[in-house]
């Protein structure tokens, strides 16, 4: 089935920026909505971000305004554009897509560390 490859992880400074990419490969249907997650150690998961088929978007409060989510159809790929990282930003990110009939596929999760 479809699997979720994640890029763009790693280590940022304070007020930097880092783009994160998932890329999905397999067979090509109809996707209802992609997003990301993100889990720090002892704290408990969080919805990130999302965006459905129509481009509507959602963003935690916590990130409102710094960071943007965006698609590319032809590439079956989901971004997260992260700008003025915090070090509370630092956690492990999932990607996830989410099927018409509710499935969702995990990617393995992509780093991100800010600090100085």
């Known amino acids: 089935q479809v699997q979720l490859v994640e890029s763009g992880g790693g280590l940022v400074q304070p007020g930097g920026s880092l783009r994160l990419s998932c890329a999905a490969s397999?067979?090509?249907?109809?996707?209802?909505?992609m997003g990301w997650y993100r889990q720090a150690p002892g704290k408990q998961r969080e919805l990130v971000a999302t965006?459905?088929?129509?481009?509507?978007?959602t963003y935690a409060d916590s990130i409102k305004g710094r960071f943007t989510i965006s698609r590319d159809n032809a590439k079956k790929a989901v971004y997260l554009q992260m700008n003025s990282l915090k070090p509370e930003d630092t956690a492990l990110y999932y990607c996830?897509?989410?099927?018409?009939?509710?499935?969702?596929?995990w990617g393995q999760g992509t780093q991100v560390t800010v600090s100085s």
């Open positions: 965006i459905t088929s129509d481009s509507t978007t």
């Open positions: 996830y897509i989410q099927r018409s009939n509710g499935l969702r596929t």
């Open positions: 397999g067979t090509y249907f109809s996707i209802y909505a």
